[in-house]
Antibody
Framework: EVQLVESGGGLVQPGGSLRLSCIASGLTFGSHWMSWVRQAPGKGLEWVATIKQDASEKYYVDSVVGRFTISRDNANNSLYLQMNNLRGEDTGVYYC????????????WGQGTLVTVSS | DIQMTQSPSTLSASVGDRVTITCRASQTISIWLAWYQQKPGQSPKLLIYKASSLETGVPTRFTGSGSGTEFTLTISSLQPEDFATYYCQQYNSYSPTFGQGTKVEIK
């Protein structure tokens, strides 16, 4: 059974930083493109970032470019999202997601971790 | 960025009804479209990929169709467990975008 377990969310002040983690099990992690998708409270889904299997390619939604960094550690089946200079509009549940065939779509999702940016 | 527009935003239906949700892309995306189901407090679940391919384990009452800029998700006979929010997603590029969602409510 595939499991993606996120952690690292919490309350942070505007301008602050957080590092999200996602630990994968039940899949050959190093063979999958991985992504982060977020959902603001009561709102829809927004793709945030995607990383290739060997981390040679990374893609971001425009609103986080220069502030967020996606990375991975295949030896430890782990995906990360370093979030700097956080803003109120970054508030939401952040999901780790994987794709079995290519970069998209997302066939496995974690349960999400809540990030709240507020003073 | 490619904009995805779903209609309706909310849909009231009864168990056994045939339900259709439409998703329109602001530019052509070929067949690079997926549909997800999300229930309150849960993460999204992939239903359909490549516009019409059914994800393993998804009931056959769910069907997807379309290509180019117009797509539909049809539930042939709505079941109690199908009341949820549905999202389309285009993945024609390395900047995937979602529709705003369609909430299917009990009538």
């Amino acid at each position: 059974e595939v499991q993606l377990v996120e952690s690292g969310g919490g309350l942070v002040q505007p301008g602050g930083s957080l590092r999200l983690s996602c630990i994968a099990s039940g899949l050959t992690f190093g063979s999958h493109w991985m992504s982060w998708v977020r959902q603001a409270p009561g709102k829809g889904l927004e793709w945030v970032a995607t990383i290739k299997q060997d981390a040679s390619e990374k893609y971001y939604v425009d609103s986080v470019v220069g502030r967020f960094t996606i990375s991975r550690d295949n030896a430890n089946n782990s995906l990360y999202l370093q979030m700097n200079n956080l803003r109120g509009e970054d508030t939401g549940v952040y999901y780790c997601a994987s794709a079995t065939f290519g970069e998209f779509p997302f066939d496995y999702w974690g349960q999400g971790t809540l990030v709240t940016v507020s003073s | 960025d490619i904009q995805m527009t779903q209609s309706p935003s909310t849909l009231s239906a009864s168990v056994g009804d045939r339900v259709t949700i439409t998703c329109r892309a602001s530019q052509t995306i070929s067949i690079w479209l997926a549909w997800y189901q999300q229930k309150p407090g849960q993460s999204p679940k992939l239903l359909i990929y490549k516009a019409s391919s059914l994800e393993t384990g998804v009931p056959t009452r769910f069907t997807g169709s379309g290509s180019g800029t117009e797509f539909t998700l049809t539930i042939s006979s709505l079941q109690p467990e199908d009341f949820a929010t549905y999202y389309c997603q285009q993945y024609n590029s390395y900047s995937p975008t979602f529709g705003q969602g369609t909430k299917v409510e009990i009538k």
